[in-house]
Structures are given as structure tokens and as C-alpha cells.
């Protein structure tokens, strides 16, 4: 799976995957997105702590909720 990822014109990052909801947490899923899916934080167009926060609170939904939280959610949240 790739990173920018578009679903019905909103963007998305990668999931989090089943070790990392239920062993290796929040770090593993960051560690995995910033080394291996999104390494260019200039495909969002948005700056590191940004990209930083949206993937702690993308996990958090999917952990939490079930659902992914897309870029433009994420940004409606932060307001």
C-alpha cells in the first residue's frame, strides 16, 4: 500500500495494521509511515509536525473508532 492515498476526493494515509494496533502501538505505526510509506511529507503538502499529529490521531480513530481520519477531517479537527 502506498501513501496519498485518494478515496472519493479526500486523502488518507495507510491504515494501521492488526501488530501494530495490538503490540507495537503508536510507534510502530509512525515508525512504518515515516520510513517505509510516507517518507515525502511534501505529497500532502502540509509541514512534519502536521503530518506528525495527523498520524497520531489517525491512529487513535482507527483504534478507538474503526475509522480512518482523513486529511481534510483532520484539518476541519485542528480548527
Known amino acids: 500500500m ?3 492515498i485518494k478515496k472519493q ?3 488518507y494515509l495507510p491504515i494501521p495494521n492488526n501488530v501494530e ?3 507495537t502501538g503508536k510507534d510502530g505505526y509512525i515508525h512504518r509511515l ?3 510509506e510516507v ?3 511534501d505529497v500532502y503538502g502540509i509541514d512534519s509536525d502536521t503530518l506528525l499529529n495527523w498520524i497520531y490521531h489517525n ?3 482507527v483504534f478507538v473508532l474503526n ?3 482523513s486529511l481534510e477531517e ?4 485542528i480548527k
Not at 483532520?74 to 479537527?77: A, D, G, Q
Request: hydrophobic share 25%.
Open 34 to 36: 515515516m520510513t517505509e
Open 74 to 77: 483532520y484539518k476541519k479537527l
Open 2 to 4: 502506498g501513501y496519498n
Open 39 to 41: 517518507k515525502d511529507k
Open 59 to 61: 491512529f487513535n480513530s
Open 67 to 69: 475509522k480512518e481520519l
Open 9 to 11: 476526493s479526500q486523502t
Open 21 to 23: 494496533l495490538n503490540f
